[in-house]
């Protein structure tokens, strides 16, 4: 992002969770902080080392232990690549509960520390739901096991959803326990133009209803989106050369019968046609439509970071209001300033950039505490899913109660009382003696 710049002396990889704890035991023995780092593709500068921490990087704890193919519970290591995890489940007849642009190169314990949700979080939920147990390293170096994989289990409090999207500030992630569901064969994909946002929404509603539960995946872009995607990325086609068009909304669905999947598909576009709520729309032929179509989606991203300067922000809100902000944010800034909106729709979560030639202090004061305001006055949350990080550990109060932070910062102290793990992130640096960070 040319926005986050690490310093550190010294990173280690170590191969074992008793690495790890050996670690951990010796750094925290002399206050020495620590910065655990997966794939570093975090959006909010919480695997760079701040000011001098070690970096602690799991890359090489990347074992897949086990899986069993009747339960579908997959067990392995913090360092596993998810590519690599979604290549070896399709082998087996599998999918991952989870995928994202970042796959190539972000790990599942970052995944389940940052509790990212990605693109089928509308089909699969949240990383709280599919992940059934953890190995986790405390700050003293004790190796929690709580590696379960069974669907239920009530005895006593579920501890691994204290480090599920705790983004490394209680605890090193070194094994992940995670149910799996079955690969179905039939996934349809459509790319479908909206002329306005309302008609999105509608379209949304209508997807809930009539698609039901094939529907896997519901990802909007407006305008702004697409045109970077075609400028920035090498070997991307509109799908609607000769009209332009506000608004794009991807649609997949996953089912296990092609015919039946393709009947209601094809009612739901008809009925949305003949309602006005598509002015144009594709339905991917084969695998490598799809593919171009997702590509455009999980593309936004990077053509943004080649734009030049991107101010990243990642909101869940009501999704009737969610584009008044966007609207809102381009009538404060100036021409300059391009504000790009797409996201997760179907979940209420809209990833709004605004892209400048370079970073500047001006423009970052038009659009903060303006953008956190706005969002808290909505009751929306300040980070639907990238987590809070370095960028916005002194924002948390826009979406919690001083009463939740504090005790978030009790149960910090608890277990990490001399404050070693990745300190200056997640919560506010001030509510932490010197001692402690
Ligand atoms: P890192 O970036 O290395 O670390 C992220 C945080 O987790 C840091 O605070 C770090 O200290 C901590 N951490 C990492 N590993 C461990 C561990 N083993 N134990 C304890 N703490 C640990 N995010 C989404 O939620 N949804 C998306 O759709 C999405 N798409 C993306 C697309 C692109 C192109 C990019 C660049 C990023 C995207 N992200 C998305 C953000 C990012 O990829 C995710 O947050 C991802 O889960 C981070 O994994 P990582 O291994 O890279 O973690
Ligand atoms: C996405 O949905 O593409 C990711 O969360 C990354 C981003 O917000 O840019
Ligand atoms: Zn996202």
């Not at 790319?191 to 509608?202: E, G, M, P, R």
Request: net charge negative; charged share 20%; hydrophobic share 40%.
């Amino acid at each position: 992002m040319r926005k986050y710049k690490g310093t550190s002396k010294l990173m280690l990889q170590p191969r074992s969770a008793e690495e790890v704890s050996q670690i951990l035991k010796y750094c925290n023995s002399r206050c020495l902080a620590v910065v655990p780092q997966g794939g570093n593709t975090g959006l909010v500068g919480g695997s760079v080392p701040a000011f001098d921490e070690v970096i602690v990087n799991t890359s090489h704890m990347n074992k897949i232990i086990s899986f069993d193919k009747v339960s579908g519970i997959l067990v392995c290591e913090a360092g596993c690549i998810l590519e690599t995890l979604i290549a070896f489940l399709d082998n087996q007849g599998f999918v991952m509960p989870l995928d994202l642009g970042a796959k190539g190169s972000c790990q599942i314990g970052g995944n389940v520390s940052t509790n990212a949700g990605g693109l089928r979080l509308l089909r699969y939920g949240s990383l709280h739901g599919s992940v059934l147990g953890l190995e986790v390293v405390l700050a003293n170096g004790t190796v929690l096991d709580m590696l379960g994989t069974l669907r239920k289990d009530n005895t006593g409090y579920d501890l691994k959803h204290l480090f599920i999207g705790s983004e490394g500030s209680l605890g090193i992630v070194t094994k992940v326990s995670i149910l799996t569901p079955p690969k179905l064969s039939s996934v349809n994909v459509c790319f479908l133009a909206c002329s306005d946002y309302a008609s999105c929404l509608k379209l949304l509603l209508d997807a809930k209803r009539k698609l039901g539960e094939i529907l896997s995946a519901f990802e909007f872009l407006d305008h702004d989106a697409m045109d970077l995607v075609l400028k920035h990325l090498e070997g991307v086609r509109n799908p609607f050369p000769s009209s332009m068009h506000n608004f794009y909304v991807l649609i997949e669905t996953t089912g296990s019968s092609e015919s039946y999947d393709r009947e209601k598909l094809d009612a739901f576009l008809l009925h949305s046609m003949e309602n006005g709520l598509i002015s144009d729309g594709v339905v991917a032929q084969d695998i490598t439509q799809a593919s171009s179509c997702w590509h455009i989606r999980e593309g936004i991203p990077e053509a943004l970071m080649k734009e030049g300067g991107v101010y990243k922000y990642d909101l869940s809100i009501p999704v009737e209001t969610m584009y008044d902000l966007v609207e809102e944010m381009r009538v404060r800034l100036d021409a300059s300033a391009k504000v790009v909106a797409y996201g997760h729709l179907g979940d209420g979560n809209l990833h709004l950039n605004i892209s400048t030639p370079q970073y500047d202090d001006n423009i970052l004061s038009q659009i903060e505490p303006f953008v956190y305001e706005w969002t808290s006055k909505h009751k929306g949350s300040i980070s639907a899913e990238h987590g809070l990080g370095l960028m916005k550990a002194n924002k948390i109060h826009y979406s919690k109660s001083p009463e939740t932070v504090q005790l978030m910062a009790s149960i910090k102290k608890l277990l990490d009382p001399n404050g070693i793990l990745n300190p200056y992130k997640v919560l506010p640096p001030s509510l932490f003696s010197k001692a402690e960070i």
